[in-house]
């Protein structure tokens, strides 16, 4: 089975990870094992978690880290600490987390992730539960509206919203074709000409049905607790929702005293976890963005635990 994906900032994040010969480190997203084999690559008698919640991208990760010490485990990512638990580890010395859809989901016609492709409208990356069909067919006109405008950032989601609820009440939409051509219908002319109207609907829907948001929540507390002291976690993000709520979590983990500013001495006694690798976020290189055109929008962020 091909699995096809160029892992995006391959370089700096190997390097942000700071990779011991002998540590633990976590894949929390293997999807076609890129990142995963560098890091295996690396590791003497340490060992690699790879971790991912699509069966597919298990399968694959499987056979390309059959040659190293490397454990493939189908799970989420915010499932971490149950992972890590139940193979008797307790830390970890680097933690990735590439946020992104892969290649493969994207080019995969029939896993309905792509508004350039017409197919069943899907989007589980675990295959399995509420699909994108469930949410466009079921879901209130005012629930669509509002993750379309949260999750996408759209500002046309009202509109977007109505049309697809009137157009559902005449037949079950099915495919992503016929998705695409209701959202491009709702949107003014001008938004047509300047970039493909179906992306940001298409991604608020794709966030929904795999509850990505709540996941990355769940999963940013839980990563930073497992890490050993000078362990480092490494997120790469591709929209903003994510890279904000990735920035404020590590913000968070940095932060000190929280005493109000007129107490002559600390009495809270808290101290930072902490300390950032990145005060801004990591982007692709000039020749990456000419090499692989969904490495545009990725900032990669990195926290050492203190």
């Given at each position: 089975?091909?699995?096809?994906?160029?892992?995006?900032?391959?370089?700096?994040?190997?390097?942000?990870?700071?990779?011991?010969?002998?540590?633990?480190?976590?894949?929390?997203?293997?999807?076609?094992?890129?990142?995963?084999?560098?890091?295996?690559?690396?590791?003497?008698?340490?060992?690699?978690?790879?971790?991912?919640?699509?069966?597919?991208?298990?399968?694959?990760?499987?056979?390309?880290?059959?040659?190293?010490?490397?454990?493939?485990?189908?799970?989420?990512?915010?499932?971490?600490?149950?992972?890590?638990?139940?193979?008797?580890?307790?830390?970890?010395?680097?933690?990735?987390?590439?946020?992104?859809?892969?290649?493969?989901?994207?080019?995969?016609?029939?896993?309905?992730?792509?508004?350039?492709?017409?197919?069943?409208?899907?989007?589980?990356?675990?295959?399995e539960g509420v699909?994108?069909?469930?949410?466009?067919?079921?879901?209130?006109?005012?629930?669509?509206?509002?993750?379309?405008?949260?999750?996408?950032?759209?500002?046309?989601?009202?509109?977007?919203?109505?049309?697809?609820?009137?157009?559902?009440?005449?037949?079950?939409?099915?495919?992503?074709?016929?998705?695409?051509?209701?959202?491009?219908?709702?949107?003014?002319?001008?938004?047509?000409?300047?970039?493909?109207?179906?992306?940001?609907?298409?991604?608020?829907?794709?966030?929904?049905?795999?509850?990505e948001l709540e996941?990355?929540?769940?999963?940013?507390?839980?990563?930073?607790?497992?890490?050993?002291?000078?362990?480092?976690?490494?997120?790469?993000?591709?929209?903003?929702?994510?890279?904000?709520?990735?920035?404020?979590?590590?913000?968070?983990?940095?932060?000190?005293?929280?005493?109000?500013?007129?107490?002559?001495?600390?009495?809270?006694?808290?101290?930072?976890?902490?300390?950032?690798?990145?005060?801004?976020?990591?982007?692709?290189?000039?020749?990456?963005?000419?090499?692989?055109?969904?490495?545009?929008?990725?900032?990669?962020?990195?926290?050492?635990?203190?």
């Amino acid at each position: 089975m091909d699995f096809h994906h160029l892992p995006v900032m391959l370089r700096e994040c190997i390097e942000g990870l700071d990779i011991k010969p002998d540590g633990i480190y976590v894949d929390g997203t293997a999807g076609g094992a890129g990142h995963s084999c560098e890091i295996a690559r690396r590791l003497t008698t340490g060992r690699l978690i790879a971790i991912d919640r699509d069966p597919t991208a298990v399968e694959i990760a499987a056979e390309r880290l059959k040659d190293f010490n490397a454990a493939v485990i189908k799970a989420n990512y915010s499932e971490l600490d149950t992972v890590l638990r139940d193979l008797g580890i307790d830390g970890a010395d680097g933690i990735l987390l590439d946020l992104g859809v892969s290649s493969h989901q994207l080019d995969t016609a029939e896993r309905g992730f792509s508004y350039h492709l017409d197919a069943p409208l899907d989007m589980r990356m675990s295959q399995e539960g509420v699909s994108a069909k469930d949410i466009v067919n079921e879901w209130p006109e005012k629930e669509l509206a509002r993750i379309i405008f949260e999750y996408g950032e759209e500002k046309y989601a009202r509109n977007i919203a109505s049309a697809i609820v009137r157009c559902r009440e005449q037949k079950t939409i099915y495919t992503t074709g016929e998705l695409s051509e209701i959202i491009k219908s709702a949107v003014p002319a001008k938004a047509k000409r300047e970039k493909n109207p179906c992306r940001k609907t298409f991604q608020a829907i794709r966030i929904a049905v795999n509850e990505e948001l709540e996941h990355l929540s769940a999963a940013l507390d839980k990563a930073f607790d497992a890490l050993n002291p000078k362990g480092r976690l490494c997120i790469m993000t591709f929209h903003s929702l994510e890279d904000r709520l990735v920035k404020q979590r590590f913000a968070a983990y940095c932060k000190g005293c929280e005493c109000p500013p007129d107490f002559p001495v600390c009495v809270c006694g808290k101290t930072p976890r902490g300390k950032l690798i990145t005060r801004k976020p990591i982007t692709a290189c000039e020749q990456e963005l000419l090499e692989n055109h969904r490495s545009r929008s990725a900032k990669l962020r990195i926290i050492e635990k203190i």
